[in-house]
C-alpha cells in the first residue's frame, strides 16, 4: 500500500526566496505532523494536523513558517524569506488520529538555502 | 521542558554482539515512549513501541525494550545482531493523553562489522 508521500524529494533555493514543500499522507489518515531534522539531530516537531485544522503550531519557529491541509488530506509547508538556518530535512507523518496510533512517516524533503 | 536523550552518538559491534542503547527521558507525567530505526537511504520506521502495560516491550526484527519508571529509561535491546541491523536508532516521547507531537533524541548510528 501506498505510504507517506513528500515532494520534492530535494529542493535548492537561494536566501530570501518562498518555498512550498508537500506532504500527501496514508489515505484516511485524520493526523498530519511536520517536523524538522537537521545535521546530527533527531526530528524536531513543528505542527500537527487533525483534520483540516492546526491542533498545535507550537513548534514553528517564527511567522515565516507556515503550514496548511485546506481538505483535511495534502498538507504543504510554506517558507517565506528563506535563510540559510532553514536547511534541513523537512519531514511529514501521519496517523489514524488516535493517542496510541502509530505515525509513518515520509521520505523527507531536503531544503538546501545558498 | 520536556526531553529524550541518548547517550551513545555511535556504536559500533560486530557480527552476534549483543546490543543497548541507551534511552533517558525528562517529562513530568506519564510518557509513552517509541523506538524509530532509519536504514541506510530510508525513511523513519517504528520499531517497538510503549503504552502501558508489561514494561518490556517486544518490537520487529528481534528488539526489545524495557521501561524502568524509576530510571526514566527505556533502553532498546537485541541479544545478537546482524550486518542488516546497521542503522540510525531514534528514541522519542510524548506524554500520554491528547498531546501526540513526538520529542525525539539525537539518535545513535549503530555500524555492525561483517
Known amino acids: 500500500g501506498a505510504g507517506v508521500s513528500q515532494t520534492p524529494s530535494n529542493k535548492v533555493t537561494e536566501k530570501g526566496k518562498y518555498v512550498e514543500l508537500r506532504c500527501d499522507p496514508i489515505s484516511g489518515h485524520t493526523a498530519l505532523y511536520w517536523y524538522r531534522q537537521s545535521l546530527g539531530q533527531g526530528p524536531e516537531f513543528l505542527i500537527y494536523?487533525?483534520?483540516?485544522?492546526?491542533?498545535?503550531d507550537s513548534g514553528l519557529p517564527n511567522d515565516r513558517f507556515f503550514a496548511v491541509r485546506p481538505e483535511g488530506s495534502v498538507s504543504t509547508l510554506k517558507i517565506q524569506r528563506t535563510e540559510r538556518g532553514d536547511s534541513a530535512v523537512y519531514l511529514c507523518?501521519?496517523?489514524?488520529?488516535?493517542?496510541?496510533?502509530?505515525?509513518?512517516f515520509g521520505p523527507g524533503t531536503r531544503l538546501t538555502v545558498l | 521542558a520536556q526531553s529524550v536523550s541518548q547517550h551513545n552518538h555511535h556504536v559500533i559491534l560486530s557480527e552476534a554482539a549483543s546490543l543497548e542503547l541507551g534511552c533517558n527521558y525528562s517529562?513530568?507525567?506519564?510518557?509513552?515512549l517509541f523506538w524509530y530505526v532509519q536504514y541506510p537511504g530510508q525513511h523513519l520506521q517504528l520499531l517497538l513501541k510503549?503504552?502501558?502495560?508489561?514494561?518490556l516491550v517486544k518490537g520487529i526484527k528481534g528488539f526489545e525494550a524495557e521501561f524502568i519508571k524509576s530510571k526514566f529509561s527505556f533502553n532498546l535491546r537485541k541479544p545478537s545482531v546482524q550486518w542488516s541491523d546497521t542503522a540510525e536508532y531514534f528514541c522519542?516521547?510524548?506524554?500520554?493523553?491528547?498531546?501526540?507531537?513526538?520529542?525525539f533524541g539525537s539518535g545513535t548510528q549503530l555500524t555492525v562489522l561483517p
Open positions: 494536523f487533525q483534520g483540516t485544522g492546526a491542533a498545535d
Open positions: 507523518a501521519s496517523s489514524r488520529g488516535g493517542t496510541t496510533d502509530t505515525q509513518y
Open positions: 522519542a516521547a510524548h506524554p500520554s493523553g491528547s498531546a501526540r507531537q513526538l520529542t
Open positions: 517529562y513530568g507525567g506519564t510518557v509513552n
Open positions: 510503549y503504552f502501558s502495560g508489561d514494561p
